[in-house]
């Protein structure tokens, strides 16, 4: 089998039985004489640890701008979306401050006209508005583009090749 060396990265060949039974062997590098430890493929398991953990709900925030942002406890939100490659998606809104965009945010759309952070839904106690993040291709509101809009239940917005639902529901009691 091919090892490269953990010290100077000098890839070496080591024979299988240096190992006999054993999960890992010394092996020298031919080319550094530095002694290190290889483990065995045939015998060692991979062992990944989870990494889906339930993560706590964020109730309130405080927007940039300062203003405080809450998640009532009597509704639930969730974007659907209703064209693009993700069509049927639904994403549920856990947070009163909710990114959307390709790469570090809560809803990560695989569009390239979507920029990395796109936009934000923010809810507050005054309801729901839908931010524009000085995205490349803009977010687009009844087919005009926007800084900054007001949402309410059924209302729908486009970014890149994507169209979202904002859907409002009442909590079971």
């Known amino acids: 089998m091919e090892v490269r060396c953990q010290h100077c990265g000098h890839a070496f060949s080591v024979e299988g039985s240096i190992f006999g039974e054993r999960e890992k062997a010394p092996a020298t590098c031919p080319a550094c ?9 045939r ?12 993560v706590p709900q964020v109730l309130s925030q405080t927007t940039p701008d300062g203003r ?23 994403y549920p809104v856990n947070k009163p401050r909710f990114l959307i965009g390709r790469t570090n945010a809560d809803a990560a759309i695989n569009d390239t006209l ?16 839908l931010q524009d993040l000085e995205s490349t ?23 890149g ?10 909590k079971p009691a």
């Open 114 to 129: 979507v920029s990395r952070l796109h936009c934000a839904l923010e809810i507050s106690a005054d309801g729901v508005i």
């Open 137 to 159: 291709n803009g977010t687009l509101v009844d087919g005009k583009p926007i800084f900054s809009a007001p949402l309410s239940n059924g209302s729908t917005f486009r970014i």
């Open 33 to 41: 004489k530095h002694l290190q430890e290889v483990i065995n493929p």
């Open 68 to 90: 405080l942002l809450l998640l009532p406890q009597d509704r639930d939100f969730s974007l659907k979306v209703l064209e693009g490659e993700e069509e049927g998606t639904v």
């Open 43 to 54: 015998l060692a398991t991979l062992r990944i640890d989870r990494t889906r953990k339930k």
């Open 161 to 170: 090749s994507h169209v979202f639902e904002l859907v409002i529901t009442p």
